[in-house]
C-alpha cells in the first residue's frame, strides 16, 4: 500500500517561523506588551485571525473589528517584506535531499499549511514542482489543532489517512496529524514536541533508513 507524505510550511521547509514571530512581537510592542519566544510556540501553525485573537488575549486588549482586520493587514504586510528577501538559501538542513528521496520513490507529496502564503514562498525557493498538491489557508476553514488542512491534504493524494505521514514543527499541527490518525512527526524540540509519533531536531538526523520504512508502512 502507498503511504502518503505530508508537509507543514513555516518552520519545517523553510525558515520562516522566525519572520512571523518578528511580526507578531511588533504589533504586541506597538500595542504596549511584550510577546516572548515561549508564548510564540503557541502560535506556530495557527492561522492569522486565531494568532490575532491569541495575542490580543495575551495583551489583554479589547478593539474594535475594523482595527482587528487593520491589524491582520499590518502583520501581514510587515511579514511579505521579509519574505521578499528570501531565496533558496533559506530552506531548512536537507528538506531538499528528503524531498527528492520521495520523488525517486514515487511517494506521493502534498503540502499541508496554514499559511495563505504558502505557494508563493515555495515558488521563491523553487520547491513548488515537488508537491502533488497544495493544501493551505486559502483551502480551509478551520484551524489546526483542527485535522482539516491535513485530512483534505490526504483526500487530494487520494491515500486514506492511516497511510499518511505529517512532518510538523507546531504543537497545535501534530495535534492535528494525531487526530486525522496519521503518523506525527515532529521537526524541532521534543519537549515541546511530546505528543508527536517520533521527534526530530531537523531532518539531518532523519535517515534515509528510517525514511524507507515510512515508504514501505
Ligand atoms: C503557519 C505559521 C503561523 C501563521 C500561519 C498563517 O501555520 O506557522 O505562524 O500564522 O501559517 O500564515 P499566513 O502566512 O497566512 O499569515
Ligand atoms: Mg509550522
Known amino acids: 500500500s502507498t503511504q502518503g507524505f505530508i508537509f507543514d510550511l513555516d518552520g519545517v521547509i523553510v525558515d520562516t517561523a522566525k519572520y512571523h514571530y518578528l511580526a507578531w512581537k511588533n504589533l504586541a510592542n506597538n500595542l504596549g506588551f511584550d510577546f516572548t519566544e515561549e508564548q510564540n510556540e503557541l502560535f506556530k501553525g495557527v492561522s492569522r485571525v486565531e494568532s490575532l485573537k491569541l495575542l490580543l488575549e495575551i495583551g489583554d486588549k479589547t478593539i474594535s473589528q475594523e482595527e482587528f ?18 531565496d533558496a538559501s533559506e530552506i531548512l ?12 520513490e514515487k511517494a506521493p507529496i502534498a503540502l499541508g499549511s496554514a499559511s495563505k502564503n504558502a505557494t508563493p514562498i515555495l515558488e521563491k525557493v523553487q520547491l513548488l514542482s515537488y508537491f502533488d498538491t497544495i493544501v493551505d489557508g486559502n483551502d480551509v476553514t478551520k484551524a489546526k489543532p483542527d485535522p482539516e488542512v491535513f485530512l483534505l491534504g490526504a483526500q487530494q493524494l487520494n491515500i486514506p489517512a492511516e497511510q499518511c505521514i505529517v512532518f510538523e514543527d507546531s504543537i497545535a499541527g501534530i495535534q492535528a496529524a494525531n487526530k486525522a490518525n496519521m503518523i506525527s512527526i515532529g521537526i524541532g524540540d521534543a519537549k515541546v514536541l511530546h505528543e ?7 531532518f539531518t538526523k532523519i535517515s534515509i533508513q528510517f525514511l524507507n520504512k515510512l515508504i514501505a508502512g
Open 69 to 86: 482586520n487593520q491589524l491582520l493587514i499590518s502583520k501581514n504586510e510587515e511579514y511579505l517584506e521579509y519574505i521578499e528577501k528570501m
Open 93 to 104: 538542513p536537507d528538506v531538499p535531499k528528503v524531498l527528492m528521496h520521495l520523488k525517486d
Open 196 to 202: 508527536a509519533d517520533h521527534v526530530f531536531d531537523d
